[in-house]
């Protein structure tokens, strides 16, 4: 087998044709192959072309501390995984403490990006934090309860540089909680955090 030619897309996309030779010698069959070129770009391709094929071969994962919504309502730990391509989805899973509320939080859910690193819109469930509430008889006495519910954020995963795999999320939107017992039932929401993509 050998290679006779190939062609670099703008998609990312490589059409190397080759010419096999079947066992008597003497028939040739042409045929050919697609495939991405982010694992096998030589050093005469032009930067257009690299660069476009590094985000078309752009399926990752990554994992980080931070604090906010994704990271389990403050201070924790978030793992990602995004699909391959320009524009795509990420899944992501985080927990962590909530130091003022003194309670373990969790969250997880889908993003979607239509540009790079940059999702449009995050939406996912988890644990917020802890109240305090109670009152009968005009005696308030003290119970606590779990806060929970669905949050929407814009942001970004943005790595220092295209040869970097270190990066930072930043993200803002808001939280609406199911069960609160009182009237603030939409809280503002954030994300920020530093990531390692792998």
């Given at each position: 087998?050998?290679?006779?030619?190939?062609?670099?897309?703008?998609?990312?996309?490589?059409?190397?044709?080759?010419?096999?030779?079947?066992?008597?010698?003497?028939?040739?069959?042409?045929?050919?192959?697609?495939?991405?070129?982010?694992?096998?770009?030589?050093?005469?391709?032009?930067?257009?072309?690299i660069e476009t094929s590094r985000f078309a071969a752009a399926t990752y994962f990554m994992l980080g501390p931070g604090i906010?919504?994704?990271?389990?309502?403050?201070?924790?730990?978030?793992?990602?995984?995004?699909?391959?391509?320009?524009?795509?989805?990420?899944?992501?899973?985080?927990?962590?403490?909530?130091?003022?509320?003194?309670?373990?939080?969790?969250?997880?859910?889908?993003?979607?990006?239509?540009f790079k690193g940059f999702y449009l819109i995050n939406t996912q469930f988890g644990i917020i934090g802890k109240e305090k509430?109670?009152?009968?008889?005009?005696?308030?006495?003290?119970?606590?309860?779990?806060?929970?519910?669905?949050?929407?954020?814009?942001?970004?995963?943005?790595?220092?540089?295209?040869?970097?795999?270190?990066?930072?999320?930043?993200?803002?939107?808001?939280?609406?909680?199911?069960?609160?017992?009182?009237?603030?039932?939409?809280?503002?929401?954030?994300?920020?955090?530093?990531?390692?993509?792998?």
């Amino acid at each position: 087998v050998f290679e006779v030619s190939k062609i670099l897309y703008d998609d990312g996309k490589k059409q190397i044709f080759e010419i096999v030779m079947d066992g008597d010698g003497v028939n040739f069959d042409e045929y050919m192959v697609i495939k991405d070129v982010y694992d096998d770009i030589e050093e005469n391709d032009d930067k257009e072309t690299i660069e476009t094929s590094r985000f078309a071969a752009a399926t990752y994962f990554m994992l980080g501390p931070g604090i906010g919504a994704s990271y389990g309502g403050n201070a924790g730990l978030r793992f990602q995984a995004r699909t391959k391509g320009v524009v795509g989805f990420g899944l992501h899973a985080g927990g962590g403490y909530n130091a003022g509320a003194e309670v373990v939080g969790a969250s997880a859910g889908i993003k979607f990006y239509p540009f790079k690193g940059f999702y449009l819109i995050n939406t996912q469930f988890g644990i917020i934090g802890k109240e305090k509430y109670g009152k009968k008889d005009d005696v308030t006495y003290s119970k606590e309860r779990i806060l929970y519910g669905p949050s929407a954020l814009t942001g970004v995963d943005w790595t220092f540089g295209d040869e970097n795999n270190v990066g930072l999320n930043i993200a803002v939107g808001a939280t609406y909680v199911m069960n609160t017992e009182y009237d603030n039932d939409i809280i503002t929401a954030f994300d920020l955090g530093v990531f390692v993509k792998f």
